[in-house]
């Protein structure tokens, strides 16, 4: 089995920072791409960012400047560091890894249970 955690989220003044984790547990075999999505109350959940086993990143343009998505293999974990943030950020964020298990030919995505990051004064 495989779990995914997320952790880092909590209330931030508009123009602060957060950095959200997440990591992979369990029978891992390898891990493709791994991303961040969030949703806001009462709208659909939308890509922020995702990076591919090879490093290449791709963003959101409302967050591009402000948001950087890093990786680290050896510890299963994904990153998402938030800078200059906006009260229009404020959403549950949820990660998103693509997971080959051991033992399968095939990929399932696996999602975080979400984290709440509000940003207000």
């Known amino acids: 089995q495989v779990q995914v955690v997320e952790s880092g989220g909590g209330l931030v003044q508009p123009g602060g920072s957060l ?4 990591a992979a ?7 493709y791409t791994m991303g961040w999505y969030r949703q806001a109350p009462g ?10 086993s090879g490093g290449t990143t791709n963003y959101a343009d409302s967050v591009k400047g402000r948001f950087t998505i ?10 998402l560091q938030m800078n200059s943030l906006k009260p229009e950020d404020t959403a549950v964020y949820y990660c998103n890894q693509v997971i080959q298990s051991l033992g ?9 249970q979400g984290t709440q990051v509000t940003v207000s004064s």
């Open 70 to 79: 890093s990786r680290d293999n050896a510890k299963n974990t994904v990153y």
């Open 43 to 52: 709208r659909q959940r939308n890509m922020v960012a995702h990076i591919t």
């Open 25 to 31: 547990s369990g029978s891992i075999s390898r891990i």
């Open 19 to 22: 950095r959200l984790s997440c």
């Open 104 to 112: 399968r030919p095939t990929t399932t995505d696996y999602w975080g």
